[in-house]
């Protein structure tokens, strides 16, 4: 979000190619406060979509979740809604939901319309939730404002993607999970699993 809010990699590319305009540029690249806005986390009721809710709260941002509960979130300043709701009055949609069933494509040309022209969708999940094809379209058209994607539904990128190819789309390499002392607690928890298991009383088991 901070970066599309302020253009980060359009401007970066402009310095590198020379054109130093800088506040000049402020008719052609949208730079404003998050402060004011809504985010809308598409089932964000898991440990990841808390956390982002507590930092967006932090910053002044409006925060609205929809999930297969309506029950109240234990954050009183987190607004539950439907999912049409959360698309049309969010400035960015944030997917926070697993892939499965229900959710392939749950966000494709329909749903894209329903969004704001100036709102733009983040995906740290899962990429086949959204349908890229139709997302390219929308980004193409103006339908939305941008998109940052750090999970596409082949990874690796290919080469000859439509995504690489559009100047108002942020991607990484499925990197989100890839701090330092995450990847420590990964390995300290699996240490730990293993050791719970041994001794017969293990945890986060896996139920079918």
């Not at 939730?129 to 940052?148: F, K, P, Q």
């Not at 080469?159 to 890839?178: A, E, F, M």
Request: hydrophobic content about 40%; charged content about 20%; some cysteine.
């Amino acid at each position: 979000m901070l970066n599309l809010s302020c253009s980060l990699v359009q401007q970066q590319k402009k310095l590198v190619e020379g054109d130093v305009a800088g506040w000049r540029s402020l008719q052609d690249l949208p730079h404003f406060e998050l402060s004011g806005k809504t985010l809308g986390l598409v089932g964000g009721r898991g440990s990841i979509g808390a956390a982002v809710a507590d930092i967006a709260i932090a910053l002044g941002m409006n925060v609205l979740i929809s999930s297969r509960s309506p029950e109240p979130t234990s954050n009183p300043l987190v607004k539950v809604v439907d999912l049409d709701r959360l698309l049309q009055e969010s400035d960015f949609v944030s997917i926070h939901c697993p892939l499965n069933d229900n959710t392939r494509y749950m966000i494709g040309s329909e749903q894209l319309k329903k969004m704001k022209n100036a709102a733009y969708l983040i995906n740290t999940a899962r990429g086949a939730i959204i349908n890229e094809e139709e997302l390219c379209v929308a980004l193409r058209n103006g339908t939305v404002a941008g998109a940052a994607l750090d999970v596409q539904e082949v990874e690796p990128l290919p080469s000859d993607s439509p995504l690489l190819s559009l100047p108002n789309v942020i991607l990484t390499p499925h990197i989100g999970w890839q701090r330092v002392e995450t990847r420590q607690r990964l390995i300290n928890t699996v240490a730990q699993n293993c050791r719970q298991f041994l001794d017969g009383n293990p945890v986060n088991v896996v139920t079918t």
